[in-house]
């Protein structure tokens, strides 16, 4: 059998919040869903009850403590409470996906360890389910 070919290494991935490109401030970009299962086992052997329902999706990202104009952190501090559409492409390269929708900005971590980089790592709810497209 042959290798897969469609593996690839995140590199030069897109970023974007409200139109703005923030890739060069962060390092982190999840986009999780959380699906609800629930089973119920019945009396009988192997008998099982499922429910599956509707994702919830949240993205992750862990960036720079910039506060300064143009910052990422600025940003969300800035627009924190408001939907604001997001895009994400995990490889910048035409016909490669990417996704996109709309997020709730939350204000970023202020502080950080003696010593290193002041970084934030938050967790914004995603509205619906992403969109795939192009890039």
Do not use: C, H
């Amino acid at each position: 059998m042959p290798a897969y070919t469609g593996a690839f290494v995140l590199r030069n991935s897109v970023f974007t919040l409200g139109g703005t490109s923030f890739a060069n401030q962060v390092w982190d970009v999840t986009i999780e869903p959380d699906t609800p299962v629930q089973q119920q086992r019945t009396l009988v052997p192997d008998g099982t009850i499922s429910d599956v329902d509707s994702a919830t999706w949240v993205m992750k990202v862990t960036g720079l403590q910039d506060p300064q104009a143009g910052g990422l952190a600025a940003y969300l501090f800035t627009n924190a409470g408001t939907q604001v559409a997001f895009t994400y492409a995990q490889v910048n390269t035409v016909g490669k996906v990417k996704y996109s929708g709309t997020v709730i900005a939350v204000y970023p971590t202020v502080g950080g360890e003696q010593g290193e980089f002041a970084q934030f790592e938050i967790e914004m709810p995603i509205i619906g389910t992403p969109t795939l497209g192009v890039v």
